[in-house]
């Protein structure tokens, strides 16, 4: 019986000592697989250079959407829709001043073929998506982002931007007004035939 418990100890030993030694072998290797990696040339690009996300976020209830898009200078402005109204509101933070720099309002409704009291009540969708307008300069520009909104039950949509002053946001002084409509369309092209 001792020399049995003699012989598992012995084994037991052995291997914990061969997987500790495989274990120090692979740390070797992942070292110096990892400083050959890094003495890469330097003027190479590194496959996994760092990469800028830009998340826009949006959300939305039985009444009322917002979303967030890209102004400009690396800032954000957030858009409300009341689905009860058609008023779509932007507000855009100052960077200088840490207060609200923009406020921009306009009503969806008429853009959207939206009748007042109509039987189907409208289902809005709300989204932005990034844009770099090439404008032959001037002061103010176009927003770096277009504001999509559309009616689900018509297939209605339109795209609005807003102008934004670049001076003005420096200065920290306020800015805002209408929102510019840059497109619109029908998203859903319903044949009715008469049956």
């Known amino acids: 019986m001792t ?7 012995k084994w037991t030993f052995a291997s914990g000592l061969a997987l500790g030694l495989l274990v120090g072998v ?3 290797v ?12 330097a003027g190479a690009p590194h496959p996994f250079a760092e990469m800028k996300l830009h998340a826009m976020a949006t959300n939305s209830g039985d ?3 917002m979303c967030t898009g890209a102004i400009a200078d690396g800032m954000e402005g957030v858009f409300f829709l009341d689905y009860l109204t058609g008023d779509l509101q932007c507000m855009v933070p100052n960077a200088r001043t840490g207060r609200v720099g923009g406020a921009y309002k306009y009503n969806v409704m008429a853009d959207l073929n939206v009748e ?5 009540k409208p289902q809005f969708l709300m989204v932005t998506g990034l844009a770099t307008f090439r404008t032959s300069g001037g002061d103010p520009r176009p927003a770096d982002c ?3 909104v559309a009616d689900a039950t018509t297939g209605n949509w339109v795209a609005y931007s807003l102008p934004w002053s670049r001076q003005l946001a420096a200065t920290g002084a306020p ?5 510019l409509k840059i497109g619109a369309g029908k998203a859903r092209e319903l044949a009715l035939r008469n049956e």
């Open 26 to 28: 692979g740390m070797l």
């Open 63 to 65: 009444t009322f959407s």
């Open 175 to 179: 800015q805002g007004g209408t929102l």
């Open 30 to 41: 992942g070292a110096l697989s990892a400083r050959s990696f890094n003495s890469l040339d």
């Open 146 to 148: 277009i504001l999509y």
């Open 116 to 120: 007042a009291g109509a039987e189907k």
């Open 3 to 9: 020399r049995s418990l003699l012989h598992r100890s």
